[in-house]
């Protein structure tokens, strides 16, 4: 096992190349989410998208915000070998409906907004509650777990450097 | 920001290890040993300890009240007191210019300043209230999995120092190594591949 802060460091690329997979993955080919929950409905892109670029030691970041804003500014960095950074999604089940933001070199979950839950009226609604939003962040955090656990085998294989990247390329350049 | 929150912020651990005898009582020791006190000490800069989530500003773990269906839910407060550095910058200039005239000298030593500095740090400090911060955990202790509502760095350090103390488990934070390694079910040869793995080449 590596010291903590050095695989921190180390490993912030995987998440970044995480995100990079999800977002083409949303735009190509939403029948793998289905496959990590039945009830899956739609995962979109929410309103920030950022990019990273680090080449020759520079570092160049495109932050794309808004509510349907064009991602093609998106598009174009990754052809230039840019990766994401940060997502925010919108992930649909049924009638729910989930916001948050997603940190490639942590994994940090932020600015999660869940489905409406019951209002606290009483002491007796706390616990009613309480076990609702933990069911709620359990179904969004397991949903990422499944996808990151289904990228990570993938990355690890061969398919990822002769089959994957160069879809990933392939979209990037043909939109 | 809390579990009740409109809008949430997540780190998520792994927890290590196990507790001795029963899981409950153990927990309720741990968190009332180390509980953020409620008389606050006019002295430190901070104080960091945990609290209920219903009555974060009066601890309460009476009755098992952290208990919620199988998980175990608190929260972690941190006292801060920050002086802000105009108020310092004030009261240190004030404190020089009647330095100077009762000594009737024009310069203080290096020495002098620093210790009118603490001597006005040290004052203040006692005469500003803590501002809490409060941030709630969800502890499933079966699943070894704990959600932290907080990204702050600080707050997730002083979490670690602190969870260790109250209960002698260890906190693995999840970022993309440790959630490859620990989470993802690897195999041996995987686990190899991941040792040496290096950031793909997108562009040639």
Same mark, same amino acid.
């Given at each position: 096992?590596?010291?903590?802060?050095?695989?921190?460091?180390?490993?912030? @690329?995987?998440?970044?190349?995480?995100?990079?997979?999800?977002?083409?993955?949303?735009?190509?080919?939403?029948?793998?989410?289905?496959?990590?929950?039945?009830? @899956?409905?739609?995962?979109?892109?929410?309103?920030?998208?950022?990019?990273?670029?680090?080449?020759? /030691?520079?570092?160049?970041?495109?932050?794309?915000?808004?509510?349907?804003?064009?991602?093609?500014?998106?598009?174009?960095?990754?052809?230039?070998?840019?990766?994401?950074?940060?997502?925010?999604?919108?992930?649909?089940?049924?009638?729910?409906?989930?916001?948050?933001?997603?940190?490639?070199?942590?994994?940090?979950?932020?600015?999660?907004?869940?489905?409406?839950?019951?209002?606290?009226?009483?002491?007796?609604?706390?616990?009613?509650?309480?076990?609702?939003?933990?069911?709620?962040?359990?179904?969004?955090?397991?949903?990422? /777990?499944?996808?990151?656990?289904?990228?990570?085998?993938?990355?690890?294989?061969?398919?990822?450097?002769?089959?994957?990247?160069?879809?990933?390329?392939?979209?990037?350049?043909?939109? | 920001?809390?579990?009740?929150?409109?809008? /949430?912020?997540?780190?998520?651990?792994?927890?290590?290890?196990?507790?001795?005898?029963?899981?409950?009582?153990?927990?309720?020791?741990?968190?009332?040993?180390?509980?953020?006190?409620?008389?606050?000490?006019?002295?430190?800069?901070?104080?960091?300890?945990?609290?209920?989530?219903?009555?974060?500003?009066?601890?309460?773990?009476?009755?098992?009240? @952290?208990?919620?269906?199988?998980?175990?839910?608190?929260?972690?407060?941190?006292?801060?007191?920050?002086?802000?550095?105009?108020?310092?910058?004030?009261?240190?200039?004030?404190?020089?210019?009647?330095?100077?005239?009762?000594?009737?000298?024009?310069?203080?030593?290096?020495?002098?300043?620093?210790?009118?500095?603490?001597?006005?740090?040290?004052?203040?400090?006692?005469?500003?209230?803590?501002?809490?911060?409060?941030?709630?955990?969800?502890?499933?202790?079966?699943?070894?999995?704990?959600?932290?509502?907080?990204?702050?760095?600080?707050?997730?350090?002083?979490?670690?120092?602190?969870?260790?103390?109250?209960?002698?488990?260890?906190?693995?934070?999840?970022?993309?190594?440790?959630?490859?390694?620990?989470?993802?079910?690897?195999?041996?040869?995987?686990?190899?591949?991941?040792?040496?793995?290096?950031?793909?080449?997108?562009?040639?």
């Amino acid at each position: 096992m590596l010291d903590i802060a050095v695989a921190y460091n180390r490993y912030k @690329f995987l998440g970044n190349e995480f995100l990079t997979w999800l977002w083409f993955m949303i735009e190509t080919d939403q029948s793998l989410f289905r496959q990590h929950d039945p009830d @899956f409905l739609s995962l979109t892109v929410g309103n920030r998208l950022v990019l990273e670029n680090t080449r020759n /030691n520079a570092k160049e970041t495109v932050t794309i915000k808004g509510d349907n804003a064009s991602l093609e500014e998106g598009l174009v960095a990754l052809t230039k070998g840019a990766a994401v950074t940060e997502i925010h999604l919108s992930y649909k089940t049924g009638s729910q409906k989930w916001e948050f933001s997603l940190k490639g070199e942590s994994l940090n979950i932020s600015n999660l907004k869940l489905p409406e839950t019951g209002p606290i009226e009483t002491p007796d609604d706390l616990e009613g509650v309480v076990l609702e939003k933990v069911y709620l962040i359990e179904k969004v955090i397991g949903f990422i /777990n499944n996808l990151f656990s289904h990228f990570i085998h993938l990355r690890l294989s061969n398919t990822w450097q002769n089959q994957t990247i160069p879809r990933i390329r392939k979209w990037a350049t043909s939109n | 920001m809390g579990l009740l929150s409109s809008r /949430n912020s997540i780190t998520r651990y792994q927890v290590t290890g196990q507790l001795d005898g029963s899981v409950h009582e153990t927990v309720y020791q741990g968190l009332k040993q180390h509980a953020i006190p409620k008389i606050e000490d006019d002295g430190s800069e901070a104080t960091a300890g945990w609290t209920s989530l219903e009555t974060p500003y009066a601890p309460d773990f009476e009755g098992y009240s @952290f208990v919620f269906g199988t998980y175990m839910v608190f929260a972690l407060r941190i006292d801060k007191k920050s002086i802000p550095p105009k108020l310092i910058k004030k009261h240190y200039a004030l404190n020089v210019a009647k330095r100077l005239a009762d000594t009737g000298r024009h310069y203080l030593s290096g020495n002098e300043k620093q210790s009118i500095k603490d001597h006005v740090v040290n004052t203040l400090i006692h005469r500003i209230p803590a501002t809490p911060n409060v941030y709630d955990l969800v502890w499933d202790y079966d699943a070894a999995s704990l959600w932290f509502f907080s990204n702050l760095k600080a707050a997730n350090e002083t979490l670690e120092t602190l969870f260790v103390k109250s209960f002698n488990l260890q906190l693995i934070r999840l970022f993309p190594y440790t959630t490859a390694d620990r989470m993802a079910g690897l195999s041996n040869q995987e686990r190899d591949v991941l040792g040496k793995l290096e950031k793909s080449r997108s562009k040639e």
